[in-house]
């Protein structure tokens, strides 16, 4: 039997060796396990978060991984050392252990060498107390942990972290019995790094703007003077993490950050987790601790860095109106068409706009441009993609193109011809398939129908919230299994479908997105982002002639388009250079 492993732990241990680690432990037992039971294990399903919350959900990379590849039937069987590994969560944890039963495969820990069940009231109350007891010792170790870093930060040591400009120290003590342990871990002045913040600190002060010192910071030709001015002609090595090259958020934030004035923060946000995600809140009042034998940043040079930013923050948020204006790179209030939707083909940032110029010597007007924001924001050493293009020039090609191979009866009549072809090909292939969605549906309606008989037998206001949890995931699930048998009936209803109908009926629908793509910009990026796949269109920097231009792809979900029956349909589109040479193919 094909089995799979999952490890997880809350914190990365740094100063622990890999063989050391929780994860790993996990990992081990749980092998050692799978192969007494004589399971198999590729290495394809050995699924680790390391680092990560068991109240973290949509954020955990090994536990979606996991949970989509139980979905699609690629193992039988999931190993863990015990059930907090996979939550600490009262509301969340029994959905997420439904999920994967749901889907037929076994949960054993290898620990206690029991198998997890879910097939009576008894069996969910049991589980529902083992995710209170997670969650509550989640909460009081949360607790001790904090108020033993508070102490720490009272005193102006680490509480936790890596700041740039710093190198964390390890502190050693004494036990009563004479023993060396670490007492905490301290802050020591990086040299090198501490330069690197002083000349951005300078840079800054003498005028130029975040984006600026990027450039010159990621060593763009276009910054060379400046580069030799404040840096030396160097190019200083970005913090640890991230992408590897300087961006403008991490020179604001270095900006900002009061640790080098010699002042050590503790508490300035606090942690909170809403909707299975874990969220920042910024306290209005924390501990301030003073160490001025961190000062990085002198009085004069702060001050007047400080007086900067809060002047520009004030211009940047008001315009001349006082009206309030959005980030560059903030796409859901955007007024451009494109801007977010966007995605550079070449580094993969998001398609900004900018405020350019137009026309001749004398009569210059101001002009939106589209450009690649990480070319923009961190400089040709990212991304070469230096392309400007009118908004209007790309605009209207794009709305042109999805008018013409999308927004037409011949594309959806088209579309559901393939789709019907596919699909009956797959029935062909697979004449059970049906009958066993059928069964699979049936299974977890009764058992929608016991939950719910229960709730209305006892008092729903006391009823356990992982109950009325488990009640939601078995209908999402029922509805997935309900649109897949759908589809599996649909080419019998559409293999004689009335062309004539579906044309009108299609007309009828093309006229209502038509209306909304040419209305405002507003209304149509709310319908592009209906109709383009992930919300996305590649855009690909071209030369026509001597002109620098772009060239878009992308797909379509045409479920709006032609309602439920042909929900998973995709139409694929694209600006080819003769309008008249293309031709509609289909997506599933």
């Not at 054993?108 to 069940?117: D, F, N």
């Not at 009576?120 to 870093?149: H, I, P």
């Not at 874990?278 to 940043?297: C, F, V």
């Not at 629908?509 to 592009?528: C, E, M, P, W, Y």
Request: net charge positive; hydrophobic share 35%; proline share 5%.
């Amino acid at each position: 039997m094909k089995a799979a492993i999952y490890c997880r732990k809350s914190n990365d241990e740094p100063d622990k060796t890999e063989e050391n680690k929780s994860v790993v432990r996990q990992h081990d037992r749980s092998m050692a396990y799978a192969k007494e039971m004589g399971w198999t294990v590729d290495p394809a399903h050995i699924y680790v978060d390391d680092g990560i919350s068991g109240k973290e959900f949509t954020n955990r990379p090994g536990l979606q991984s996991m949970l989509n590849a139980a979905k699609h039937g690629e193992f039988a069987a999931l190993v863990m050392s015990e059930p907090s590994r996979l939550a600490r969560d009262a509301i969340r944890g029994p959905a997420v252990f439904a999920d994967i039963l749901e889907s037929d495969v076994r949960i054993v820990y290898c620990l206690s060498k029991t198998e997890q069940k879910l097939e009576t009231l008894g069996d969910l109350a049991a589980l529902w107390a083992e995710n209170v007891s997670s969650e509550s010792e989640q909460k009081k170790a949360s607790e001790r942990s904090r108020d033993a870093l508070s102490r720490k930060a009272a005193k102006g040591y680490n509480a936790g972290g890596v700041v740039f400009g710093y190198d964390n120290v390890p502190v050693l003590g004494h036990t009563p019995s004479g023993s060396i342990v670490k007492s905490h871990t301290d802050y020591k002045i990086n040299p090198e790094q501490a330069d690197a913040v002083q000349r951005i600190f300078r840079m800054y002060a003498d005028g130029y703007g975040v984006t600026a010192i990027a450039w010159t910071m990621n060593g763009d030709p276009a910054y060379a003077d400046e580069s030799q001015r404040y840096f030396d002609g160097r190019c200083p090595a970005p913090p640890r993490k991230g992408t590897g090259s300087w961006a403008p958020s991490s020179i604001r934030a270095i900006l900002y950050r009061e640790r080098y004035r010699g002042v050590v923060p503790f508490g300035e946000f606090r942690k909170v987790y809403k909707k299975g995600t874990a969220k920042r809140n910024k306290q209005s009042d924390y501990m301030r601790t003073p160490r001025p034998d961190l000062e990085i940043i002198d009085a004069p040079l702060w001050a007047q860095v400080q007086a900067r930013l809060s002047t520009v923050r004030e211009i940047y948020m008001r315009d001349n109106r006082g009206h309030l204006q959005s980030c560059p790179d903030t796409s859901r209030h955007s007024g451009y068409l494109l801007s977010g939707l966007g995605r550079c083909t070449v580094c993969g940032g998001p398609i900004w706009v900018l405020s350019g110029s137009g026309g001749q010597r004398g009569k210059r007007y101001k002009m939106p441009y589209y450009i690649c924001g990480r070319h923009h924001s961190r400089g040709t050493t990212i991304c070469n993609n230096d392309h400007r293009v009118q908004v209007a020039r790309l605009d209207e090609p794009v709305l042109s193109a999805i008018e013409a191979s999308v927004l037409s009866p011949d594309a959806i009549i088209y579309a559901i011809e393939q789709i019907v072809r596919k699909v009956a090909e797959r029935r062909a292939a697979q004449p059970e398939k049906p009958r066993n969605i059928a069964a699979d549906l049936k299974k977890i309606e009764r058992k929608i129908d016991n939950l719910v008989a229960m709730v209305a037998e006892g008092n729903e206001g006391h009823t356990p919230r992982a109950v009325l949890a488990q009640i939601k995931t078995l209908e999402q699930q029922a509805d997935v299994l309900r649109a897949e048998l759908r589809e599996y009936e649909a080419p019998v209803e559409l293999a004689t479908f009335d062309e004539g109908q579906v044309r009108r009926a299609a007309e009828a629908q093309i006229k209502q997105f038509q209306d909304v793509l040419r209305s405002n910009v507003q209304k149509a990026r709310q319908g592009l982002r209906k109709l383009l796949h992930e919300g996305r269109l590649d855009v690909t920097p071209i030369m026509r002639g001597e002109a620098k231009s772009y060239s878009f792809q992308g797909a379509t979900d045409v479920a709006p388009l032609l309602g439920e029956a042909n929900a998973l349909i995709r139409i694929a589109f694209t600006n080819l250079a003769s309008p008249r040479g293309f031709e509609p193919r289909s997506r599933p």
